[in-house]
């Protein structure tokens, strides 16, 4: 294959930078720029240097990814990177372009060590990017722009643009049966333990909500959409004097199993399906006719709309199965609200943003969609009702159990990526840090100057 640009980089830190910026490239750009990233592109069982050195000499643009002591083994006999840079200087067409890292200064380098001032000049490029952090760093906005001007004839606009709808369908996706079951059902039972414990730390974030929407109301008919094995609704609603029946709808059928034989009877049922299919409004209207429910006065929605593909449609089918006024409870995660302080070597930061780099956690934005998404469905009277989970009146134990909620489902939803992409090298990368760290993050949260602001939103809405 011939490719257009070479990632040149070293080391575990520079690796990691790596691997996104050729994600990122590929992904933009529609595979139709060529990069070559050597843990990627070099086939099982052929000479790795050979081919690194090979194509080193053959591109139009070297990113050199400059992190502390990237220049320090280049006096080591054999060094593979100065013999990627000496190929490529050798090619009197190829660019540099360097990305350097916080921990790096050319000043602490002597590279006429290695190389004349012509070959020196090319390598310290006037357009270097400087990285402040691998979370903020954007590969479109920053890089696009630069390639366009190096890389000769290439259609960006329409790649990019392609690129850019791929890229949002990934990142709303849909977890498959597979995926649901092992991450989020009765089956996982770390998950099942880590939900139990949400579970009781949302009840007093939400209860004082439900007091408010159910004040006055009786002879309710309920309908939950994403209600797993049902404890979530019925630890809220089961024993409400104002709600008659109570209709459950999840994916998973071992939850569903669970929730029916556990809370199953006249009052309230459990069933298996998908609401995003394109039958489900016609199976839902079965199902409220074999429970003699007309419309429905209450409506659901805990923390499932960061996993479907298309919840303004969910959105529409359930509204026109409610009555004109009817209730709508929906909570949703936004991490764009996640706040830990101290802060200071942004090892917070980082484990919050891992969840939006895992393709097995949901969309973790969806928050801040939701008054849209509500008012564009038709619902009236829409308030926000809470935005975040505060660890400041928390005792010690809960604020224990407030670590296990996040960090655990972290840990899973890396463990699972990893799984999923066993050749990803930065998934793999990042799982190994958060396992380094993971005793430190613990200590630091339950100290008690620490403070974290979880970003659950609550909605309420009229159908």
């Not at 290695?114 to 402040?132: L, M, Q, Y």
Request: net charge negative; hydrophobic share 40%; charged share 30%.
């Amino acid at each position: 294959m011939d490719y257009n640009v070479f990632i040149c980089y070293r080391g575990d830190e520079g690796g990691v930078l790596a691997s996104n910026i050729y994600s990122d490239l590929c992904l933009y750009t529609n595979n139709k720029l060529k990069v070559f990233f050597a843990p990627r592109c070099v086939p099982h069982g052929d000479n790795f240097k050979a081919a690194c050195l090979d194509t080193a000499g053959q591109v139009q643009l070297m990113i050199l990814i400059l992190s502390k002591g990237f220049f320090d083994k280049c006096g080591e006999p054999d060094d593979i990177v100065l013999g990627e840079l000496k190929s490529a200087l050798a090619n009197g067409d190829t660019k540099f372009l360097p990305i350097i890292m916080p921990d790096f200064d050319f000043r602490d380098v002597e590279l006429s060590t290695w190389f004349d001032d012509t070959e020196v000049d090319r390598i310290k490029h006037i357009s270097a990017i400087k990285f402040t952090d691998v979370y903020s760093f954007s590969s479109v906005d920053m890089l696009i722009p630069i390639l366009r001007d190096k890389v000769g004839e290439f259609s960006y606009i329409d790649a990019v643009a392609e690129g850019l709808a791929r890229h949002d369908v990934k990142k709303r996706m849909h977890i498959s049966a597979d995926g649901k079951e092992n991450f989020f059902s009765d089956t996982n039972k770390t998950e099942k333990n880590r939900l139990k414990a949400q579970q009781e730390l949302l009840m007093k974030f939400d209860l004082p909500v439900y007091d408010k929407c159910l004040q006055g109301k009786q002879g309710l008919c309920v309908l939950d959409i994403g209600c797993g094995n049902g404890v979530a609704l019925m630890n809220r609603l089961g024993n409400r004097k104002e709600v008659d029946k109570i209709i459950g709808i999840e994916y998973d059928k071992a939850a569903t199993d669970s929730a029916n034989e556990k809370y199953g009877g006249e009052k309230a049922k459990f069933y298996c399906l998908d609401a995003e299919r394109e039958d489900f409004k016609d199976q839902l209207l079965e199902i409220m006719q074999e429970n003699d429910i007309e419309k429905f006065d209450f409506v659901n929605l805990l923390a499932v709309m960061s996993h479907f593909r298309s919840p303004f449609k969910v959105l529409r089918t359930v509204k026109s199965c409610c009555r004109k006024g009817a209730t709508v409870f929906i909570r949703n995660i936004d991490d764009g609200l996640n706040i830990c302080y101290p802060d200071e070597e942004k090892k917070f930061e980082r484990a919050f943003s891992l969840l939006a780099r895992c393709d097995t956690t949901g969309y973790r934005y969806s928050g801040r969609e939701l008054f849209t998404l509500l008012k564009r469905s038709g619902y009236k009277n829409i308030r926000l009702e809470k935005t975040g989970l505060s660890s400041v009146p928390m005792d010690y134990d809960e604020k224990s159990a407030f670590f296990d909620v996040i960090f655990k489902f972290i840990k899973q939803g890396i463990d699972r990526a990893c799984e999923k992409h066993p050749s990803d090298v930065q998934i793999a990368a990042e799982r190994r840090w958060l396992a380094e760290v993971y005793d430190d993050l613990e200590e630091e949260f339950l100290s008690d100057e620490f403070f974290v602001l979880f970003g659950f939103i609550l909605y309420t809405a009229e159908a």
